[in-house]
């Protein structure tokens, strides 16, 4: 298997890309395309003695998509940026997948243009996993998507079980429609349509739909896929994000308060560490575009050479899964309208 990397995608790039890059390389045994400027990523490659590490290749890209560029129209205007480059080799089926730390906007722009959708998905969603009581939860869409229609909501449902069964081992996964209530009758007009088409695909057996999640019990298990619009995702994922910092650092205080509370630590210490492990982003490594007709993992900006190895590993599971297969013939017996 060949993966594309960006590797002046995301803000610890070059350096933390191309070592876990490497990193990857040596534990998954697969073949790795490092895409940009080759100086710099030579450069780093000698800086870790990794110079001669198998199966990592370096291809040429001159440019780099910055943060700032517009998401629409960037990999137009920069078609040797590292990203473009990256994928355009998925593209032609010289690497079977890709992974970037870039902006998710100009890659998912330039997912839906380079590597197409399934035929039948309207969009592709961000869908990360995140921790919940008793074990995780896919969050879809995450920011990809910040305006839907009720029909995008029932495709997310439906490729969101998907991928709880194929990559996570869950079968007939609880879909949940994150909403304002967990009454049916609940919910702005976008909301009310998707419960009905969710709803019905329940009832013909497509999935497991349990109705409406509030936004409190996704955390709590409520549900393994929880669906909504990318606008209210990105909210719900960044708003945990910082609910997990804020509380870790408060326990962290009561800890260090005096000698006792120190002395205390250590005795519930591998506990703590369990605890801080189940918000290890860097265990994760990042998340993919579902309903792209290739693998696209986005991995977090600020990624660390140990969280993009585990992006990479992603890709590669990802790729081997047969999630595209199964959501191309999914989406086939959806009623299109």
């Known amino acids: 298997m060949r993966i594309a990397v960006d590797a002046m995608g995301g803000d610890n790039a070059p350096e933390a890309i191309v070592c876990g890059a490497v990193r990857a390389a040596k534990a998954y ?10 100086d710099k990523i030579r450069a780093v490659l000698r800086q870790h003695h990794a110079e001669d590490t198998k199966g990592i290749e370096i291809l040429h890209a001159p440019d780099v998509v910055d943060m700032h560029d517009d998401p629409a129209t960037v990999l137009r205007a920069k078609p040797e940026s590292s990203m473009a480059v990256a994928l355009n080799l998925v593209k032609k089926g010289e690497a079977d997948a890709i992974v970037s730390a870039g902006s998710t906007g100009a890659l998912l722009a330039g997912a839906t243009l ?39 909501l029932l495709q997310f449902g439906i490729m969101g079980a998907l991928y709880m069964d194929r990559i996570q081992g869950i079968k007939q996964p ?38 409406n999640v509030e936004g409190r019990d996704v955390p709590l298990g409520a549900c393994d896929v929880a669906v909504c619009d990318g606008f209210a995702g990105n ?14 650092g408060e326990i962290k205080q009561v800890f260090l308060a005096n000698l006792g509370t120190k002395m205390a630590y250590l005795a519930c210490k591998k506990g703590m560490d ?17 309903g792209i007709s290739r693998p696209v993992i986005k991995a977090h900006g600020s990624s660390n050479e140990v969280a993009f190895m585990n992006a990479i590993r992603q890709a590669i599971e990802y790729k081997k899964s047969g ?5 191309t013939e999914s989406v086939a017996q959806i009623p299109q309208g």
């Open 29 to 38: 045994q697969e073949e790795i395309i490092l895409v940009g400027q080759e």
């Open 174 to 211: 609880r879909v949940g429609l994150v909403n304002n209530g967990a009454e049916d009758s609940k919910g702005d007009p976008l909301r009310r349509e998707a419960y009905a088409l969710l709803k019905a695909a329940h009832e013909a057996g497509q999935i497991n739909f349990i109705g």
């Open 235 to 248: 909210v719900m994922l960044k708003t945990i994000e910082g609910v997990a910092k804020f509380m870790a």
């Open 114 to 152: 380079f590597c197409k959708r399934i035929k039948g998905v309207r969009r592709g969603a961000l869908a990360p996993l995140m921790p919940c009581k008793g074990g995780k939860v896919l969050l879809i869409d995450a920011g990809a998507n910040t305006e839907c229609t009720a029909e995008y």
């Open 274 to 290: 369990q605890f801080a492990s189940l918000f290890d982003q860097d265990a994760v490594g990042g998340a993919p575009f579902i």
């Open 323 to 327: 999630m595209i297969e199964a959501i």
